[in-house]
């Protein structure tokens, strides 16, 4: 590809390539970037648990319950971030970049503004947040102070994921990695100075995770002014419902998809703790933990999908629906195979990947199974997590948040209420694993009809 004078690909070649290059090695090459950034993304949350980790139960316990406000942040960021970047990837395969330019300022842009309101807003209603998501009268201080301190970073979150899926959606997914990857890192030193050098404890955590944010936003929208054919300018901001429609058409899945995961850690926090009986906290802890890691293992499958999204966006606005096909069946197979691999390790090795987080008996049991019963049906996941993001990249918005709300929403949330009310505490280690086996059976029928109208629309009904 062509660079001009100052680094950056021209668009027109980057839609070049998207379009003609070998299916296998082009989705290789685009999902690595995003592979590394989705994981290091997690990561943030990974290190703040396994550090807090070495504190107490009610630390643990405080980041697993803030965790449902970072993905409420990431559910916002998503929606703006995804529905513009699937419209870029679709107008830059249409040749149409002048609307490309525009949808990118008024994402970026807006993005920011909502990040300013949920920090306001978080800070004036912390104290009944945190008690509304399921913080015990224990843990309440330890949440508090976490939760007020991620809440100064709210704007920077906001405009990082916004950045980064833009970016690669244009495929500058090596780019946007680059920011992502130094949060991170920072991420990792900040954590142990903070927390028992500077002996700030949980507080400590959320500063280092907000510092973190701030400099990878920073990174990100260095990269997008250089590296990036389409980049985010004032100018080219604008307030057309158009362009807020088209954005919340291509996002709604993925707000969907993240809103109901929040909700149900909501449940799964307030469910463990009712039914652990004097366990509660011990309970809470484990699905924290049991979270991030789980959390991990999907930002492996999530990545993987978003390097296939700006080429089935790019080669959809294109016309090119054999190469929608056939990169969607490619990702599916290569997934199912990653997906059996982690599971086996999964299983495997589940409780020494508790106790890496916390070295306590009834967090170590709890845990335990519930991971292991997560691994089982982990591997189901592929096609459920990558016929989403195929129908929200082409724009079947209906189909797609029928899809992202299956897992945690359709059928995890009736379950979390069902379930332990028959068995007890095992019901709510064993619901994840119930509810992805039935997010799977509905998922294949909704891909295998869209395969088939692609193929009909390129004259190639196999």
Avoid: W
Avoid at 16 to 36: F, K
Avoid at 143 to 169: D, E, K
Avoid at 234 to 244: N, V
Avoid at 296 to 317: D, E, H, K, R
């Amino acid at each position: 590809m062509k660079k001009t004078s100052k680094g950056k690909v021209n668009p027109e070649d980057k839609v070049n390539y998207l379009t003609t290059a070998a299916i296998p090695g082009l989705v290789t090459r685009m999902a690595v970037p995003t592979i590394i950034s989705m994981l290091v993304t997690t990561f943030y949350n990974l290190i703040d648990t396994l550090f807090v980790g070495k504190l107490d139960n009610q630390s643990t316990g405080a980041v697993g319950i803030t965790f449902s406000v970072m993905a409420i942040m990431q559910a916002f960021g998503f929606l703006l971030g995804h529905g513009s970047g699937n419209y870029i990837s679709r107008k830059l395969g249409a040749g149409e970049t002048d609307n490309a330019r525009k949808m990118a300022a008024t994402g970026f842009f807006s993005s920011l503004a909502v990040g300013i309101l949920i920090a306001a807003l978080g800070f004036v209603f912390v104290n009944p947040l945190a008690k509304f998501l399921g913080s015990t009268d224990t843990m309440l201080p330890f949440t508090r102070s976490y939760m007020s301190i991620i809440f100064l970073g709210a704007p920077f979150i906001m405009g990082s994921f916004v950045l980064n899926n833009q970016m690669r959606f244009q495929g500058c997914a090596g780019s946007s990695m680059i920011g992502i990857v130094t949060g991170a890192v920072l991420n990792t030193i900040l954590d142990p100075v903070l927390i028992f050098v500077f002996d700030l404890k949980v507080a400590g955590a959320a500063y280092a995770t907000v510092i973190s944010q701030m400099v990878s936003f920073i990174i990100l929208l260095i990269m997008n002014k250089k590296m990036c054919g389409i980049n985010v300018r004032l100018k080219d901001f604008s307030f057309e419902f158009s362009y807020y429609k088209d954005m919340f058409k291509g996002g709604v899945p993925s707000l969907c998809r993240q809103s109901i995961a929040s909700l149900a850690t909501i449940c799964l926090n307030i469910a463990a703790g009712r039914y652990a009986g004097d366990m509660a906290d011990a309970a809470i802890a484990a699905m924290s933990v049991v979270g991030r890691v789980a959390m991990f293992a999907n930002s492996a499958l999530i990545g993987f999908g978003q390097g296939f999204q700006p080429v089935c966006g790019t080669n959809y606005g294109a016309g090119k629906y054999d190469r929608v096909r056939e990169a969607y069946r490619f990702c599916v197979k290569t997934a199912t195979v990653a997906l059996v691999i982690m599971s086996v390790a999964g299983i495997i090795f589940a409780e020494p990947l508790i106790r890496l987080f916390r070295n306590d008996p009834d967090v170590i049991k709890i845990g335990t199974v519930t991971l292991i019963a997560q691994f089982v049906a982990f591997v189901l996941n592929a096609n459920t997590v990558l016929c989403n993001m195929l129908m929200q990249t082409i724009g079947m918005t209906f189909k797609a948040s029928v899809i992202a709300m299956a897992r945690q929403g359709v059928f995890f949330i009736p379950l979390i209420f069902i379930l332990p009310r028959i068995f007890g505490l095992p019901g709510v280690e064993y619901c994840q694993a119930v509810a992805d086996v039935c997010a799977f059976i509905v998922s294949v029928p909704f891909s295998i009809s869209v395969l088939k109208k692609l193929g009909k629309t390129a004259g190639n009904p196999s």
